[in-house]
T-cell receptor, first 111, second 113 residues
Framework: EDQVTQSPEALRLQEGESSSLNCSYT??????LFWYRQDPGKGPDFLFT???AGEEKEKERLKATLTKKESFLHITAPKPEDSATYLC????????????FGQGTTLQVKP | SAVISQKPSRDICQRGTSLTIQCQVD?????MFWYRQQPGQSLTLIAT?????????ESGFVIDKFPISRPNLTFSTLTVSNMSPEDSSIYLC??????????FGSGTRLTVV
């Protein structure tokens, strides 16, 4: 059964304090691993798709990396506007279009 | 990326009633997906809606409770039937987008009282 576990559940950072969010997964035939940002009361906003181990993608202060068992979302010098819940999801080969989501990491960045 | 419009954005409903949620996409898509996000939880797929065929439901979700329509390639509806407080959730529709992963609508926040 495909499964995604995110850690930590919650993370508090000072502005400028870099850190990483973890997404551990088990999946039958990874077709893609996705990172989303979700603000309260809104739908998830797409950040990255990673397809194979060793792949990395960057966007502003965010960098996503992928191994065969986990993905990291690195946040460099975060700002208060980076505060949100970050969701990780996988798409396995046995599930057409179905994403399996982790519980998310709620990030709070204090000025 | 595709723009997805969901209506209503929120609603408060009496138990025992039904609510139909609309999802409009600004481009044609083959599959549309309906998710539920219960309070404090992550997203769970309810069903996949293909145009011209019956929706495919995930384990734990049934057509009588969550009937879905897919009349064309840009539109779908999800009805939450005979609601109870346990149905209070955010309901989201989603489509697959090349280079953008899966795009989500802004969601419908449903409260059942």
């Amino acid at each position: 059964e495909d499964q995604v576990t995110q850690s930590p559940e919650a993370l508090r950072l000072q502005e400028g304090e870099s850190s990483s969010l973890n997404c551990s997964y088990t999946v039958s035939g990874l077709r893609g691993l996705f990172w989303y940002r979700q603000d309260p009361g809104k739908g998830p906003d797409f950040l990255f798709t990673l397809y194979s181990a060793g792949e990395e993608k960057e966007k502003e202060r965010l960098k996503a990396t992928l191994t065969k068992k986990e993905s990291f979302l690195h946040i460099t010098a975060p700002k208060p506007e980076d505060s949100a819940t970050y969701l990780c999801a996988v798409h396995g080969s046995s599930n057409t279009g179905k994403l399996i989501f982790g519980q998310g990491t709620t990030l709070q960045v204090k000025p | 990326s595709a723009v997805i419009s969901q209506k209503p954005s929120r609603d408060i409903c009496q138990r025992g009633t039904s609510l139909t949620i609309q999802c409009q996409v600004d481009s044609q898509v083959t599959m549309m997906f309906w998710y539920r996000q219960q309070p404090g939880q992550s997203l769970t797929l309810i069903a996949t809606a293909n145009q011209g065929s019956e929706a495919t439901y995930e384990s734990g979700f049934v057509i009588d409770k969550f009937p879905i329509s897919r009349p064309n390639l840009t539109f779908s509806t999800l009805t939450v039937s005979n609601m109870s407080p346990e149905d209070s959730s955010i309901y989201l529709c989603s489509v697959e987008q090349t280079d953008y992963g899966y795009t989500f609508g802004s969601g419908t926040r449903l409260t059942v009282v």
